[in-house]
């Protein structure tokens, strides 16, 4: 069937539209779109909030949408010919490398800023628009970066690893990283051989669910067909681990298995329990923007990114939602399409569905 020039122009303007909702930056000087309600034009990389898809309108350059009376953005500036860079860009790139250089030093953020060749507040806030986390979280990932690779590929004693990486004591590496290790030094030397992870399976409202925690907290929450397949994953996870498998009538794997029942139902408990995650600076600010999402609200990757204070790292979130190890909790099941659609989901879409539907019908009735 051939195609007419109106199926061409749908399917060119339906690519334009996946280009706009993923600010894609190879799109940018091929066209613009314009917002009939608004009435300003925009490069497709704007950072603006996306327009309703209906509301909008491609031209192929700039001067054909102002002559039909739309005025360029104050945000993405689609009259200037290159996108304008980031003006502390070189100032962070530097802060960069000095933290990556002096990794096992005491650095202050004045001392930082002026290694940058900026002041505290403008690279605070630069570092963070950049990177997506502050140059204080960045030093940390340095030093538990270090002390990772001196653990583990070395001889190196515990004990140096620890300072040479800038940790005054093993408390302090403990106090910075123990959400990102879930173990010991020595422990992680070994490959987490012989920590203890007591584990219980159970049903759900989502199928078979396996609950699993570490003396530090809940560290694993997984869903499956069945038994074998929730404690597959729990291994593959945890190879060198002691797992023990219990069925808890009382004590803190109850209180933890019931508190996600409930998070799944409709009256979720008013109790919070400490997570046992391995993530990094931004992967940590990402899961915390999830639990802030209320129950029966959505947001697309990029609208928390947005809220994140880095609107372009769009990837970066998603690569943090997939990496989220303990669900429900971590509420990653609340990120969907720009469309509304449900995208994936780790545990199935249909899963994710009914946990949607859930919170919504309590979100309309509390």
């Known amino acids: ?39 300003i034009v925009c490069r497709p990389t704007c950072p603006s909030r996306r327009p309703t898809q209906a509301n909008v309108q491609f031209f192929v350059t700039l001067d054909e949408a102002i002559e039909v009376g739309f005025r360029p953005c104050r945000r993405c ?7 304008a860079p980031d003006p502390q860009a070189r100032a962070v790139a530097r802060a960069a490398r000095y933290l990556e250089k002096h990794v096992g030093e005491r650095i202050t953020t004045s001392g930082l800023a002026r290694a940058a060749g900026t002041n505290r507040l403008v690279l ?10 502050t140059p204080v979280q960045y030093a940390r ?39 990102k290790l879930g173990m010991t030094p020595r422990e992680m030397r070994n490959g987490a051989q012989g920590i203890r992870v007591r584990y219980t399976t159970t049903d759900s409202p989502l199928g078979r669910m396996l609950v699993a925690a570490t003396d530090k907290g809940i560290c694993t929450i997984a869903f499956g067909e069945d038994d074998g397949e929730v404690i597959e994953i729990l291994r593959q996870r945890f190879q060198n681990a002691v797992l023990i498998v219990e069925t808890p009538k009382s004590g803190w794997l109850a209180e933890a298995v019931e508190y996600i029942i409930n998070q799944i139902g409709e009256h ?11 993530a990094t600076a931004f992967q940590q600010r990402v ?14 990757y990029s609208q928390l990114a947005a809220e994140l204070g880095s609107p372009t790292a769009t990837r970066a979130v998603a690569g943090a939602c997939a990496a989220n190890p303990v669900a429900v909790v971590v509420p990653c099941h609340r990120i969907v399409g720009k469309n509304g659609s449900l995208t994936g989901y780790r545990w199935g879409t249909e899963r994710k569905r009914k946990l949607l539907e859930v919170e919504k019908k309590f979100a309309l009735s509390s």
């Not at 653990?151 to 590496?173: C, H, N, Q």
């Not at 979720?268 to 391995?278: C, G, I, N, S």
């Open 141 to 179: 990932q340095q030093r538990l970066k270090t002390f990772n690779q001196s653990i583990r590929e070395s001889t190196m004693r515990v004990t140096d690893a620890i300072y040479a990486a800038g940790f005054g004591s093993s408390s302090r590496l403990y106090e910075n990283s123990a959400a």
């Open 77 to 83: 500036h689609p009259e200037r010919t290159i996108p």
């Open 287 to 300: 899961w915390n923007a999830l639990q802030a999402i209320p129950r029966g609200e959505t947001r697309s």
């Open 124 to 133: 605070h806030r630069a570092f963070l628009r950049i990177f997506g986390v």
């Open 268 to 278: 979720p408990t008013a109790a919070t329990f400490p997570l046992d995650v391995r």
């Open 1 to 39: 069937m051939s195609m007419t020039t109106g199926n061409i122009t749908d399917i060119l303007s339906a690519k334009r539209w996946q280009q706009v909702l993923e600010r894609d930056p190879g799109a940018d000087g091929k066209f613009f779109y314009a917002v009939r309600s608004t009435r």
